[in-house]
């Protein structure tokens, strides 16, 4: 069974529904209100790479316009390129701006006007308006219905419409995530999706399930979580030069020596910048092709091991087939990483003395597809303790 949770992880709340199992982890160093949510489809977990890191972003904004086109264009739903910005914004902004995502997960029972603070409006002295937003997407219907009367095609509900609009944009954030991973030669479903954002959670679920993914993680601080990486994120200095040299041992020693002077320029380049030796990690890297092509595979070479063997296993995995022939490095290169800050240690979760979970703050009727309308518990992230698990199927 299909798993639709819908975590608003801005104003701290989270709707849980069908087929989830939702884990709270709170950890007393960080404010109450921020919470890790980890969601487990069916409870089953996938066999993680922890050796290989391989982190990659999507984005799309909560504010990009909605539009039906028809006829010309077989009465298509369009989300975006088009963006209706902070100002004048969605509809539910009272602004007079124009139906956006963010409307659609309004109208859904998605986001909850009562938890959110009261700063709209033209004197940003309002909560967001519900009301125009469910008005305007009835006209949006109405409109669409009418147009396709005439192909004796069902009439659509507001919930319908919204919602057909969230899977257009749910597809639109899965084709380059297919592209960075499964065209890449990576599966998807063997890893972990970590989701940021204000809107993040509320998209999350259907996105790993388009992938095939089991487990999402929703950070505590994820609707901040781009200005939280800004004070946090490494620094990185590269230097390449070129190279062109068979890959070969008696080559072995001249490629190490121009990487460790490489590696000294850039982490000098660091310390200008502030940084300790403490501080500063190196990473040497070959760039490789086999001769007589044109596709060359940058490939980390770690003390100690056979950079020819990794390249093949490289090439292998992203095309599928490797060649019998020399190995070419074209360029040398060297990343050197500042770390800027020392994440706070982690703690044990001690599950000794685990509170029961707490009633509901609220219940919503939200929208899942497939299912309709559904009575939804909400829960305030302030009043969960770490250990706690929510069970619904």
Known sequence: ???????????????AHKGTLVWWQLRSALPSQYV?????FHCQLTQRNHRRKHHQSVALLALPCLAFVSPCRAGLFAVGPESCRAHPGPVCYKKGGYLAITDANLALGRILPETFPKIFGPKENEPLDATGTVSAFEELTAAINASEESA???????????????????????????????????DASAHVLACFGGAGGQHACAIATALG??????HRYAGVLSAVGIQLADIVQEAQEPAAVELTFS??????????????????????????????SVEHYLNLRYSGTDVAVMTQWVEGSDPAAAFAATYQREFGFVLDRPVVVDDVRVRATGRAADLPAVQA???????????????SSTY?????????????????AGGQQHHTY
């Open 368 to 384: 899942f597809e497939g299912v309709g309308r559904m009575p939804t518990p909400v829960y305030m992230l302030d009043q969960l």
């Open 213 to 218: 993914m089991k487990t999402i993680f929703i």
């Open 152 to 186: 004796k095609k069902p009439a659509k509900t507001v919930d319908e419409v919204a919602m057909g609009f969230i899977q257009v944009a749910n597809e639109t954030m899965c084709r380059p995530i297919r592209a960075l991973t499964q065209m890449k030669g990576y």
């Open 1 to 15: 069974m299909l798993a639709s949770t819908v975590a608003s992880s801005l104003q701290g709340l989270l709707l």
């Open 251 to 280: 080559e072995f020693p001249g490629l190490q020596a121009r990487l460790v002077g490489l590696a000294a320029i850039a982490a000098q380049q660091l310390k200008q910048q502030g940084f300790k030796d403490r501080q500063i």
């Open 349 to 363: 979760l001690s599950t000794n003395s685990i509170p029961p979970l707490p009633a509901p703050a609220l219940n």
């Open 36 to 40: 890790a949510v980890l969601i487990t």
